[in-house]
Antibody, heavy 128, light 112 residues
Framework: QVQLVESGGGVVQPGRSLRLSCAASGFTFSSYAMHWVRQAPGKGLEWVAVISYDGSNKYYADSVKGRFTFSRDNSKNTLYLQMNSLRAEDTAVYYC?????????????????????WGQGTLVTVSS | DIVMTQTPLSLSVTPGQPASISCKSSQSLLHSDGKTYLYWYLQKPGQSPQLLIYEVSNQFSGVPDRFSGSGSGTDFTLKISRVEAEDVGVYYCMQSIQLPPTFGGGTKVEIK
């Protein structure tokens, strides 16, 4: 069965860095685009970033652009989210999720599919 | 960004009774490919979100038949025909026709 397991969360001071990982199993990882979605304590869901199946295309929310870097290692079935210059407002549970039907049209339009499987999440707390 | 507005914010339902959640988008979610990119998720207490409905009205694998989705353009509805205790949680709609994908604010469903 599809499994996504996040790790790497913790408490970090503002301005510092943290790297999250998401280990995938139970499906052909290299065939799927993947996402990070976060949820601040007591708040709703916020999309963070997507990476295409081969890592060649990445898109970020404006709130993290230039600070976060999304990558993947298909040989290890693992995603990474490098988070730099962390801010208090980055405090959240970070989920990785699989995209059921990501594609880029011939016109360069990005189509996101459903997030059909999610991990259990890892908590990042940015505090001094 | 496309704004997704859900109503009501919360719902208290007697077991066995129906429930309905509305989701409105600030732009049409109908793509030129004919698909409408609207999804419904449920986040049960203490759990990660789970997919219920994709492309307006298609049930994801394993989702009970009591969940159904409908709508078009900018107006969408999730219906639970007979609420059960296990349906408690926060329901979110999401659009993905345009980056960034955006979620509604959520509707909390409780059992009376």
């Amino acid at each position: 069965q599809v499994q996504l397991v996040e790790s790497g969360g913790g408490v970090v001071q503002p301005g510092r860095s943290l790297r999250l990982s998401c280990a995938a199993s139970g499906f052909t990882f290299s065939s799927y685009a993947m996402h990070w979605v976060r949820q601040a304590p007591g708040k709703g869901l916020e999309w963070v970033a997507v990476i295409s199946y081969d890592g060649s295309n990445k898109y970020y929310a404006d709130s993290v652009k230039g600070r976060f870097t999304f990558s993947r290692d298909n040989s290890k079935n693992t995603l990474y989210l490098q988070m730099n210059s962390l801010r208090a407002e980055d405090t959240a549970v970070y989920y990785c999720a699989r995209d059921s039907n990501f594609r880029i049209t011939i016109f360069g339009v990005v189509i996101i599919g459903s997030f059909d499987y999610w991990g259990q999440g890892t908590l990042v707390t940015v505090s001094s | 960004d496309i704004v997704m507005t859900q109503t009501p914010l919360s719902l208290s339902v007697t077991p066995g009774q129906p429930a309905s959640i509305s989701c409105k988008s600030s732009q049409s979610l109908l793509h030129s490919d004919g698909k409408t990119y609207l999804y419904w998720y449920l986040q049960k207490p203490g759990q990660s979100p789970q997919l219920l409905i994709y492309e307006v009205s298609n049930q994801f694998s394993g989702v009970p038949d009591r969940f159904s989705g409908s709508g078009s353009g900018t107006d969408f509805t999730l219906k639970i025909s007979r609420v059960e205790a296990e349906d408690v949680g926060v329901y979110y709609c999401m659009q993905s026709i345009q980056l960034p994908p955006t979620f509604g604010g959520g509707t909390k469903v409780e059992i009376k």
